[in-house]
C-alpha cells in the first residue's frame, strides 16, 4: 500500500526549532529521494542503518515530539502557566545534520535504544520524553506532576507521611497514616492481582467499602466510602505537592543567596544533622504552627472588626454561617439582615481575608524557624525561608480555596484552616461583648 503524501510528510520533514521556541517543518531533500525507492517503514529504516535512512526516522520522531508536547500543553498548560515555548527548546534539537562527531539529538538517542521488539517507534518516543530530566524537571517548576492520586498513594509508605506533610498536627497524621495503611492494604493486592500496568484507576466502589472497614479497624473512625474517596483524594494532592516541592526546590521566579538551600518542610534540618535533631524540630514546628495559624486568624479578624467597629457583629456572624455552618453567601443574606449574596461577599471579602492570615501566618512563621534553627545550624537567606515557607502556606491556602468552587466542596470543606478560623469564631460570638 502506497502511503500518503501526509504520512510521507513524517519521514521527509524534519520539526527544527526557531529561535522564538516554536517548531517550524524543514524539507529534507534527501530524505525525499531515499523514500523514492525505499518503503517508508521504520523497522525496514532502521534495519537498513543508512545514515539517510535514519535521518528520515529522526524526522519520524521529531513530528512525534511535537505531537505530545501540544497534548502536555492542551492538557496541563492552562492550570501550570506553561506554553509549547517553554518545553520544546528541552527536546526539540535536531537540526538534521548527518556529521557524527558534533552533540547528539535526543532523536539519535531515542533509536540508539530503540527495540522493536518492544513496541512501536511512537511508544519508544514517548517513554523517552517521559523519562527526559530536564523535561521533567521544567514540568516541576511548574507544578505539574504526572502522576494520578492513586499512583501518589501507591508510592507513598504510612511512616513517610510525618516528614512530607509537616504542616499537619499529629493527630492529623495519625490519622492520615490510617487512611493511607488501608488504602494500601486493599488497592495494592487487587492491582497485582489484576496484573494491571496501566495507568492506576480510582478504586472501585467495592474497594472503597473495604477501605472503609479496614479504617475503623486501624482508628475507630468510621466513615462512608464517599468520604473515603474524597480523604484519599486530598491526602494525594497534599502528597503530590510535597512531592513537586521536594523535586524541584524553590521556584525558579524566586531570588536565593544560597541556591542550595534546603526547604526545611521536609528535607533534612542540615546536612550533617542527625535523625533525632530533625524529628525534634519536626514536632516543635508543628505545635508552632498552630499556634501561629491560630494568633493569625485572631490577628486579622481583630484588625476587621477594628477598622469597621459597626459591622462587627454582623461581619463575625456571617463569617461564621459561612466557614462553619456551610450557607452558601444567598442563605447568609436574610440570617444577617441583608438583600442577596453579593451584600454578604463584599461584607466578608474572603479572598482577602485568606490573603491576610496568609502574610501574618508567613510573618509569624519566619520567626519560629529562627527561633529553632540555630546559627550553628543552618545559615541561610531570610528570602530564601520565606520562600520555603510560602511554598507551604500556598498548599493550605489553595486546599482551602479549592472547596469554595462548588457549592458540596464548600458543604464539606473541613480544612485545618476552616477548623482553626471555626474555633476563633465560635469563642468570639460566644463573648458577651460580640453578642449585643
Known amino acids: 500500500m502506497t502511503p500518503s503524501t501526509s504520512e510521507l510528510a513524517l519521514y521527509t520533514t524534519l520539526q527544527i526549532l526557531t529561535p522564538t521556541g516554536r517548531s517550524h517543518p524543514k524539507p529534507i531533500t534527501a530524505a525525499e529521494q531515499y523514500l523514492q525507492t525505499h518503503p517508508a517503514d521504520p523497522i ?8 539517510i535512512a535514519l535521518l528520515c526516522l529522526r524526522c519520524f520522531i521529531s513530528h512525534q515530539i511535537i505531537i505530545n508536547i501540544r497534548s502536555l500543553v492542551r492538557q496541563f498548560g492552562t492550570q501550570h502557566q506553561f506554553k509549547e515555548e517553554d518545553l520544546l527548546p528541552i527536546v526539540l534539537d535536531d537540526d538534521g545534520k548527518l556529521e557524527g562527531d558534533r552533540y ?5 538517542t531515542i533509536l540508539d535504544t530503540f527495540d522493536p521488539s518492544k513496541g512501536s517507534l511512537t ?4 517513554r523517552h520524553l517521559n523519562q527526559h530530566p530536564e523535561l521533567k524537571l521544567k514540568l516541576l517548576e511548574h507544578g505539574c506532576y504526572r502522576i494520578t ?11 513517610n507521611l510525618p516528614t512530607m506533610l509537616i504542616h499537619l498536627s499529629d493527630r492529623e497524621i495519625t490519622q492520615a497514616q490510617a487512611l493511607l495503611a488501608a488504602y494500601r492494604t486493599v488497592y ?3 492491582r497485582l492481582q489484576a496484573k494491571l500496568r496501566t495507568t492506576c484507576p480510582p478504586p472501585t466502589p467495592e474497594q472503597l467499602a473495604r477501605i472503609a472497614i479496614e479504617v475503623e479497624q486501624l482508628s475507630q473512625k468510621r466513615w462512608t466510602p464517599d468520604q473515603i474517596f474524597s480523604q484519599l483524594k486530598a491526602l494525594s494532592n497534599q502528597i503530590r505537592q510535597s512531592q513537586i516541592n521536594r523535586k524541584s526546590g524553590i521556584r525558579s521566579d524566586r531570588s536565593l543567596d544560597d541556591p542550595n538551600f534546603q526547604l526545611p518542610l521536609e528535607s533534612e534540618l542540615a546536612p550533617e544533622a542527625s535523625d533525632q535533631t530533625h524529628t525534634e524540630f519536626l514536632t516543635q514546628y508543628r505545635t508552632q504552627f498552630s499556634t501561629a495559624l491560630t494568633t493569625a486568624i485572631a490577628t486579622t479578624i481583630d484588625d476587621r472588626t477594628r477598622t469597621q467597629p459597626k459591622k462587627a457583629t454582623q461581619f463575625l456572624t456571617a463569617l461564621k454561617a459561612y466557614a462553619c455552618d456551610k450557607l452558601s453567601m444567598g442563605d447568609i443574606a436574610p440570617v444577617i439582615g ?10 466578608i471579602k474572603l479572598t482577602a481575608l485568606r490573603s491576610d492570615i496568609r502574610c501574618h501566618l508567613l510573618s509569624s512563621l519566619k520567626s519560629v524557624v529562627f527561633q529553632l534553627i540555630t546559627p550553628d545550624d543552618l545559615v541561610r537567606s531570610d528570602r530564601a525561608i520565606e520562600a520555603a515557607l510560602d511554598e507551604q502556606i500556598e498548599a493550605l491556602m489553595q486546599e482551602e480555596a479549592q472547596n469554595d468552587k462548588t457549592p458540596k466542596g464548600h458543604k464539606k470543606s ?3 484552616l476552616s477548623i482553626a478560623l471555626c474555633a476563633h469564631l465560635d469563642g468570639l460570638l460566644a463573648t458577651p461583648a460580640n453578642s449585643s
Open 44 to 51: 525496514a529504516l532502521l534495519e537498513s542503518q543508512d545514515p
Open 104 to 108: 547528539k539529538p535526543l532523536s539519535l
Open 123 to 126: 511508544n519508544w518516543t514517548i
Open 149 to 159: 492520586p492513586w499512583g501518589f498513594l501507591n508510592k507513598t509508605k504510612p511512616q
Open 188 to 190: 495494592l493486592p487487587d
Open 338 to 347: 441583608v438583600r442577596g449574596q453579593d451584600t454578604v461577599s463584599r461584607l
Open 414 to 416: 473541613n480544612t485545618r
